[in-house]
């Protein structure tokens, strides 16, 4: 099992949950029949950790220069696409002396692309490890400039991603942030799909800085291999949890990796049988209606938590992890870094 931006492994989560009638929930989410043709796949796609996911770190807030090229790129494709993409902000990452003006137009680079933007805290926090009280202030420090531009720009931010994917160490916990996101007008976006490519990217980035050109071509082909395993799996557990396959919510991140291979990415995708769909109409669909009653030490696919509502246990063993050269690279990697 890999745990989003946490240390790749596979272990027994631990798993508690409220008492939540399912009765009849299967039916109201509509089986597909035996030999019913299937539905065009449809998929959201969701970018993490604007205005840039910088190699090794989830804290480094990057060299200009370089995020002016990731971020004109990526929103780029994703127009080339017809991609109605959201992509989830650390306004920390904004806040560099002299710097300022011009780091909050790479968010405008996504706005004038027609995309839209969500609140991804202020510094990156890891509920697990925050008081709740300084995490809703991370969240509420995090909207301030993204706010502003968006109201600029006829939209308002509505959505928020919990770095990490961790929701709560605690039910409590997990209830009480629930609550003032609703107040503060925010919905949760989940993650069905998770290619680990922040995890490529990290290998991209140190090939980069070693000038070998064989590692980034390597890391780029086993990226794609694992995305393709990626897929086929989490396509088979929709079809498992709720008789069809459910529109995806997939997780991507601001980054050089996807500055040089989202294109061929969403080419690889949409010859799969996707359609990109916008984050509100993949989670109009009633299968997000399932509850999430996971609480637990990792980040995990939203797939996972709803085979608790189904009386199952998560399944951590099947998920298919990245090579195990990427994991360790990239573990080593961010280790360098942070000394």
């Not at 490519?197 to 086993?222: Q, S, V």
């Not at 079809?239 to 991507?252: K, T």
Request: hydrophobic fraction near 40%; glycine fraction near 8%; proline fraction near 6%.
């Amino acid at each position: 099992m890999i745990g989003h931006r946490g240390l790749c492994l596979t272990f027994a989560a631990s798993i508690t949950f409220g008492s939540v009638s399912l009765a009849g929930l299967a039916p109201r989410l509509g089986a597909q029949s035996a030999g019913q043709p299937t539905a065009q796949r449809t998929i959201a796609i969701t970018v993490d950790d604007l205005p840039g996911a910088i190699p090794g770190t989830d804290k480094g807030p990057g060299d200009l220069k370089e995020l002016q090229k990731v971020n004109r790129a990526i929103p780029s494709i994703l127009r080339t696409h017809h991609v109605p993409a959201i992509g989830f902000v650390n306004e920390y990452k904004l806040q560099v002396a002299g710097e300022r003006d011009a780091r909050a137009g790479l968010l405008q680079m996504w706005l004038d692309a027609g995309l839209s933007l969500g609140n991804h805290t202020y510094s990156h926090s890891d509920l697990q490890t925050t008081p709740l009280s300084q995490y809703e202030d991370d969240i509420i420090h995090g909207e301030v400039v993204t706010r502003a531009l968006m109201a600029a720009s006829g939209q308002t931010e509505k959505y928020f991603r919990h770095p990490f994917l961790n929701t709560g160490p605690t039910a409590e916990a997990k209830a009480a942030l629930e609550a003032f996101l609703k107040q503060r007008g925010y919905a949760v976006a989940p993650v069905t799909l998770d290619c680990a490519d922040w995890m490529f990217n990290d290998i991209l980035g140190e090939a980069i800085e070693k000038r070998d050109k064989k590692l980034a071509a390597r890391a780029k082909k086993e990226y794609f291999e694992y995305v393709d395993t990626v897929f086929g799996y989490f396509e088979g557990v929709t079809r498992n949890l709720f008789g069809r396959e459910i529109p995806q919510i997939l997780l991507l991140h601001d980054s050089e990796l996807n500055a040089e291979e989202l294109d061929a990415f969403l080419t690889r995708i949409e010859q799969r049988g996707y359609r990109f769909v916008s984050l509100d109409e993949a989670l109009a669909d009633p299968a997000y209606a399932t509850p999430d009653l996971y609480v637990g030490p990792e980040g995990i696919s939203w797939l996972n938590r709803w085979r608790i509502s189904f009386g199952q246990d998560p399944d951590f063993k099947h998920n298919p992890d990245p090579p195990k050269w990427v994991m360790q690279m990239s573990n080593d990697y961010r280790a360098s870094k942070s000394n």
